[in-house]
């Protein structure tokens, strides 16, 4: 009896002991069923105990990597990945030992804004259903973040990567799923997809603190904020939580939908954006693509809310490096914030990045941009980019205003020639400022050949 009680007792001190050094962890992102970013550097990383040596096994390469925690227990090692291919095993050890099974690699792209860029497959979007119903992608890959807000900086978030599949692709944001299946299937390459978005979110929560230390401007328009029952609205509490833990990961870019929340603020929006721009490329250590949609035509509560954020996120989208915008105009509904037709979104959102990161297409896929204007007598000439087919729909009312240095504006009286708007009005006989389809529910009808919306704009900045 008493040797049992002995042999009882040495097995649990060894297993204690064993229990007691096994601590290799590894953060969510670094997972089974992961997407890595294909021919790049990648890092790899996680936590163990101080001065446990880590080795990191990659069956793409068979080769072994060796590495110790440092004294605050974190690891990394840097690996280089292939061609786009899969899967893959990662094997770590420690103390203990961890498999990663059905590692692919090729694009990794994160998705983030509001409510527009959260909601998801099976919330009511046009054709939410068919597209859950074949959503049996295996070399599509999806990661949820899971909604959180913090004080502090974070090391890890919490979420999955999962297989997409029709019971994991219903829950996530339509417009993102739609992006990454169109990115994946042109490329055809394994695709990773993030989203990290919340509904009622300003874009002050998504930019880091230091931002707001550095900048009176960044604070005074945070200040206007409100407080919502929606989502966080103070300065960087969302960015700590949710974004600040992808560090670490390659990507390939980012797609950004957000902006109904900043109408309060509108008159610093195009601060606000482009400072988020470059923060987040200050955080990857690089100029990565950003792709964003532009908010569509809502009845807001105040005049010119919601075209003033309009007019910046076009204004952004001239100035910003690397970064393109998908007009939704035609895709809106005067009486709902949320336009349903989600997939058009993340399909123009992909085709702008086939052509502009990944020189697939050749084809027209921007909206008519404002390029410059002119002036003769009376006359206005309008010009624009991207302006093969430039034609109005479905009717041919002039949305274009002009207005001399008193800044008082009258409808115009506008017609195409040569692909250029010619614009002239009674009431204005010296035209200094033109403005189009200016009003927070104005809805454009001037389109190219490829059947899209010219933005909004106003050459008159108050």
Partial sequence: MKSFFYLFLTCNLLFFNVSAWASVTLPSLVSS???LQQNAEIRLWGWGDPLEEVEIFTSWNGEVIKTVTDSHA???VQVMTPEAGGPYEIKISGYNQILLENVMIGEVWVCSGQSNMQ?????????GEEEIAVADLPDLRLFQVVRRSAEAEQIDLHG??????????KDFSAVGYYFAKQIQQNLKVPVGIINSSWGGTPAEAWIPEKYFIASDSLRAASEILKPTPWGPQKPSLVFNAMILPLRHLKIAGVIWYQGEANAINSRYYEFILSNLITSWRDLWNQEIPFYYVQIAPFAYGEPEQGVQVREAQRRVSKHAPNSGMVVISDLADLDDIHP???????????RLALKKHYKRLDELVESPELSGIAIEKNKMYVRFDYNEGLHFEPHSESLFELAGADRIFFPARARIKNEHIVLVSNKVKEPVFVRFAWGNTSISNLFNAAGLPASSFNTWRP
């Fill in 33 to 35: 069923d992961m997407v």
């Fill in 74 to 76: 974190n690891w990394s």
């Fill in 119 to 127: 909601w998801p497959l099976s919330g009511g979007v046009n054709r």
């Fill in 160 to 169: 999955k990567w999962q297989v997409c599949k029709p019971e994991t692709a």
């Fill in 340 to 350: 349903k037709e989600k997939l058009k979104v993340g399909d123009r959102l992909a």
